[in-house]
């Protein structure tokens, strides 16, 4: 696991570390990661999506994990979504994005370099189920929802038009349609969005950094408390009660179950920039999860 933290676990967080310390030295501003994040919204993580449905081998499949993981995910999501809105009164698309980070994991860029350090190339198949449905359905839907409850004014009128240019609505079909197509599909838009969305990962830790370098880390809500401890403790633990109710293999049990245990993903950081959300809480929920994230992972792979 020591090998594990020094590549790839460090390295990537010195994205965000980079971020941070050029938002201190007065090098970045806040302005400066509102338009990187445009540049992620629009381009790199629809890019990422596009190729992260077109290549999952859904033929390899194992459904009852798939929908052990996926059904587990919807409740916390909605549950933590309802526990903050009502109980905190926090405002509902914080509260909604909020939920979504207590339930979306920072798969792709965490967690699946540990697995395939840990047992080889195969691991991101049964990972590859839990991603094309948090890419293709979770992220997408929660885009729309928040997009709709923050529309005011003239942007009610026009959401027909806001939602037809939002990129979230194509890039899951045409990932589904490159996928269908297989070799037929033309080789040059999946590397266009292997090479583009390739960037997801840096741009949004990058902004991740400058975000927390404008924000106390000494102040922490209830709210960020109540995701992480969600997002650690109770997503692995349902998800690990209800596989063995299911008929699935040890391998896609074992990579599924290191999958819940992971840290908040960076994407509900992203949308909630995009929509003018505030991200502090949102912002630390991810860091501090992943920190912890650390130990909960080195218990797993012990």
């Known amino acids: 696991m020591l090998q594990t933290l020094a590549d790839p676990i460090l390295p990537v967080f010195l994205a965000l570390v980079t971020g941070y310390a050029l938002r201190k ?15 992620a919204f629009y381009l790199a993580v629809p890019a990422l999506i596009v190729s992260v449905v077109g290549k999952a081998p859904i033929g390899d499949f194992e459904w009852a994990a798939v929908g ?29 994005l909020l939920g979504m980070a207590a339930s979306f994991v920072n798969h792709v860029f965490f967690v699946l370099p540990i697995a395939e350090r840990l047992v080889g190339p195969d691991a991101g198949v049964p990972m590859a189920g839990l991603v094309m449905l948090d890419a293709g359905v979770i992220f997408p839907a929660t885009v729309l929802a928040t997009a709709l409850l923050t529309a005011t004014g003239d942007s009610k009128s026009g959401m027909a038009g806001l939602i037809l240019k939002n990129p979230f609505v194509y890039a899951s079909p045409i990932g ?45 809500g209830p709210e960020v408390w109540i995701v992480t401890a969600v997002k650690l403790l109770v997503h692995p633990a349902l998800v690990g009660g209800l596989l063995t109710l299911v008929t699935v293999s040890q391998f896609t049990t074992d990579i599924t179950l290191l999958v819940a245990a992971g840290p908040c993903g960076a994407m509900p950081f992203v949308i909630a920039t995009q929509y003018g959300v505030r991200t502090e809480a949102i912002a630390k ?13 080195a218990v797993l792979t012990a």
């Open 285 to 297: 929920a991810v860091l501090i999860s992943t920190v912890l994230s650390i130990l909960s992972l």
């Open 25 to 39: 030295g007065g090098v970045i501003e806040s302005a400066h990661a509102a338009a990187i994040n445009k540049f």
């Open 68 to 96: 052990v993981y996926f059904a587990v995910q919807m409740t916390l999501y909605l549950g933590t979504f309802a526990l903050l809105k009502i109980v905190l009164r926090l405002p509902t698309a914080e509260a909604l």
């Open 176 to 220: 589904i349609a490159l996928g269908l197509l297989g070799d037929a599909a033309p080789s040059g838009i999946m590397t266009f969005a292997e090479f583009a969305g390739a960037s997801a990962a840096p741009v949004l830790l990058f902004t991740l950094g400058v975000t927390l370098a404008g924000s106390s880390l000494a102040r922490i």
